[in-house]
């Protein structure tokens, strides 16, 4: 999954930074549009899901879908089907809740651990690897897009 072209690096100071950054994020997705998020815990990957959901012009608060897999919101610009695929303990399961229908789908997905799923994962999928950076509050994104 490292393997795949980065096109675009990001670096950001603080939250703040990140937030513009999933703002810009929101108000460009497209429908059917799918994000993948990889990082370790705590690099922000809800963090930068909830500031996408922002530029979307989600009213609801997006809260951590890791015991639910994925909450759709729909209120904003596009659905924003939000997955976190941290406790899915078979592949298998991802057809048990309709991940394939949402893939497809008109919203905009945004899947937390994605590489755990890379395999399932549709050949337009657009990645973001999110790295800490030297200074507490610094993240790295890089993008294949
Ligand atoms: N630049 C930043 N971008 C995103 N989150 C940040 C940043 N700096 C500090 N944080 C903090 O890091 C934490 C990220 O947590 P979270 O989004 O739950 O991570 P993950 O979903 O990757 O486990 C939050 O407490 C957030 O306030
Ligand atoms: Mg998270």
Known sequence: M?????????TVKNEEETRSFGISLGRQARAGQILALSGDLGTGKTALTRY???GLG???????PTFTVIKEYESGRLPLYHFDVYRLSDPDELFNIGAYEYFDG??????????????????????????YGQQEGERIYRCTF
């Open 2 to 10: 490292e393997s795949k072209q980065i096109r675009r690096t990001v």
């Open 52 to 54: 996408i959901a922002e």
């Open 58 to 64: 989600v009213r609801e608060t997006i809260s951590s």
């Open 106 to 131: 008109e919203g905009l997905c945004v899947i937390e651990w994605a590489e755990l799923i890379e395999d399932e994962l549709p050949p337009e999928t657009e990645y973001i690897f999110i790295e």
